[in-house]
């Protein structure tokens, strides 16, 4: 007599496949902010003021290290948000683009990532 077969349960449900040619739309959105995230970033350096009027209405300079940073802050943001890259890749772009724009020196950029508190993350 033969032993009836066991079912194998599990938690996950399957998930139904695309049908036909249709591209999945996370794929097109995460190839959307591969290129958005760069353009914005630029968009935003180009748009930002060089003056801006500061908490007492006076005229302060915005240097081109903080329109920099700032831009580079909305680039991290769009990789982030459309997940174009993974979010720990993502947060070494200012250990790049900091001494390439001129923004920090390479050893000024890396010490937030050699804080004690970020290996305490990273270890448990």
Known sequence: ??????????????????????????????????FAGPL??????????????????APAALTSGARATLAVMVWMATWWLTEAIDIAATALLPILLFPLLGVAKIDEATAPYASSVIFLFFGG
């Open 40 to 57: 914005l970033a630029l968009l935003a350096y180009r748009l930002l003021p060089e003056t801006y009027l500061d908490a007492a209405g």
């Open 1 to 34: 007599m033969d032993a009836p077969r066991r079912r194998r349960r599990s938690a996950v449900k399957p998930t139904a496949t695309p049908t036909g040619d249709r591209p999945r739309p996370w794929s097109e959105l995460r190839r959307l902010g591969l």
